[in-house]
């Protein structure tokens, strides 16, 4: 199932013996596309931390029917359950809350919980399972950056540059709730193409200058705009994705 990541802020994240925290933010890597870590806020039962929650224990999402996109409007309740003790997570590594995300952090947590850093799949970069056009978005880092790991809601508003011009800004991500990577930028193009929203795969990512906060893209206004249009409260199905890649020419996700 594809979800808006707009719907988790503010969402409870609760263990298996109780509420730890609310979502905090997502970091991804911009090489792969994939959701590394969940950061939950802890409030005053752990002040002064970071704690991260790695994709694989997220319990599946429960998330009631309804017409539209899961999470897209806002209109729910969500909670994360994990399959954690609060007692496990308390004893976890200790990361202070402004301390950067490195490998070495990465290494301590994988290594306390257990868990596999090569979990999960990507359809982007090194270590892809479906071959790109076109190489990994370059990565234009400010200077003292650390360019490993990204704030996801960071890169809300960036703005979008087509190979001839600007379409718009970031407006929200779609991501695959079992294998946590993201699928589609949610691109707003009120400047160009007034109360219009487009999809793009990061196939269509060229570069990412985090400095001047632009996301440049390989395609034109022109695809752009006869690209299959995309109502934001209709489910997507396979045959839609399916009609979006075949216009830009993109690979499938394991179709």
């Known amino acids: 199932m594809l979800c808006a990541t707009s719907g988790f802020k503010g969402a409870s994240v609760v263990a298996s013996d109780g509420w730890v925290g609310t979502f905090k933010d997502f970091l991804f890597d911009p090489e792969t596309w994939r959701i590394r870590w969940v950061v939950v806020d802890t409030g005053s039962w752990l002040p002064g931390r970071k704690v ?12 009631a029917p309804r017409h539209g996109l899961p999470m897209m ?4 309740a ?3 359950s994990v399959r954690l003790t609060r007692g496990q997570i308390e004893a976890s590594p ?3 809350e402004d301390e950067p995300i490195s490998q070495q952090v990465e290494s301590r947590v994988y290594e306390y919980y257990g868990w596999d850093p090569n979990w999960g799949t990507s359809y982007f970069g090194l270590i892809a399972v479906a071959e790109p056009l076109s190489p990994p978005p370059k990565v234009a880092d400010a200077p003292g ?10 890169v809300t508003h960036y703005h979008v540059h087509a190979t001839d011009g600007d379409i718009g800004h970031v407006a929200n991500f779609l ?7 993201i699928r589609y930028l ?6 160009w193409w007034p109360g219009k929203h487009v999809l793009l795969a990061p196939y269509a990512v060229q570069e990412i200058d ?28 396979q045959i839609s994705e399916q009609r979006l890649h075949s216009h830009y020419g993109w690979p499938g996700y394991g179709w």
């Open 52 to 63: 991260l929650i790695h994709p694989s224990v997220i319990a599946p999402l429960d998330i």
């Open 73 to 76: 409007t806002g209109d729910h």
């Open 78 to 80: 969500l909670s994360l």
């Open 94 to 96: 200790r990361v202070r």
């Open 145 to 154: 950056s650390d360019p490993h790991l990204r704030n996801l809601t960071a």
């Open 175 to 181: 991501v695959d709730d079992v294998n946590w990577d």
């Open 186 to 191: 949610v691109v707003g193009t009120s400047n």
């Open 210 to 237: 985090w400095s001047e906060r632009h996301v440049r893209l390989d395609v034109t206004r022109d695809q752009v705009k006869s690209s299959p249009p995309w109502d934001p409260i209709a489910m997507i199905d």
